[in-house]
T-cell receptor, first 112, second 115 residues
Framework: AQSVSQHNHHVILSEAASLELGCNYS??????LFWYVQYPGQHLQLLLK??????LVKGIKGFEAEFIKSKFSFNLRKPSVQWSDTAEYFC??????????FGSGTQLTVLP | NAGVTQTPKFRVLKTGQSMTLLCAQD?????MYWYRQDPGMGLRLIHY???????AKGEVPDGYNVSRLKKQNFLLGLESAAPSQTSVYFC??????????????FGNGTRLTVT
């Protein structure tokens, strides 16, 4: 069975600080990996995705993520966060199953 | 283009009452999903459908039933609501299960409180 762990439940940063959110998955086969973002009061939106090829994936709003197969990780990064990045971030994995498995989410608060 | 529409947006039920949540998508997507979102637990899949007339259980199906009589609609039913079903419910749809160009599209959610 596939599973996802997000160890950081709440991250607080000041504007312009660098961000890295951890995501580890458990599945032995080929995986598709995703990061979704949920801004306050809104629905989830796709931030970026990895299916194959270059393990460094660039998404919207300056976010990127690196797939490290040997570490079963897909960490999300942003060099300089903004107040508007305050949101909850979800990592998700799709292995052999037809549906995504989501992590428990990381709440990011960016202080102005 | 409305995307994925959920009704109602809010609902308060008493224990034992029943209700149906409606999800409608206008993107001609084959796949539809119902998730519940609880603090600290992320999104957990309740039921999903891979096409009209088909449904399947997800991670937490107990206490819920679903139907997909029309391709564009996916209904989630609670026959006898319990306080443990207090949650935010999200519907999502996708064109295919694993296509690179087929991400999940989410609705705006239904906040359900069971007292």
């Amino acid at each position: 069975a596939q599973s996802v762990s997000q160890h950081n439940h709440h991250v607080i940063l000041s504007e312009a600080a660098s961000l890295e959110l951890g995501c580890n998955y458990s599945y032995g086969g080929t995986v598709n990996l995703f990061w979704y973002v949920q801004y306050p009061g809104q629905h989830l939106q796709l931030l970026l995705k990895y299916f194959s090829g270059d393990p460094l994936v660039k998404g919207i709003k300056g976010f990127e993520a690196e797939f490290i197969k040997s570490k079963f990780s897909f960490n999300l990064r942003k060099p300089s966060v903004q107040w508007s990045d305050t949101a909850e971030y979800f990592c998700a994995v799709k292995g052999s199953a037809r549906q995504l498995t989501f992590g428990s989410g990381t709440q990011l608060t960016v202080l102005p | 283009n409305a995307g994925v529409t959920q009704t109602p947006k809010f609902r308060v039920l008493k224990t034992g009452q029943s209700m149906t949540l409606l999800c409608a998508q206008d993107m001609n997507h084959e796949y539809m999903y119902w998730y519940r979102q609880d603090p600290g637990m992320g999104l957990r899949l309740i039921h999903y459908s891979v096409g009209e007339g088909t449904t399947a259980k997800g991670e937490v199906p107990d206490g819920y039933n679903v139907s997909r009589l029309k391709k564009q609609n996916f209904l989630l039913g609670l026959e006898s609501a319990a306080p443990s079903q207090t949650s935010v419910y999200f519907c999502a749809s996708s064109y295919a299960a694993s296509s690179y160009n087929s991400p999940l599209h989410f609705g705006n959610g239904t906040r359900l409180t069971v007292t």
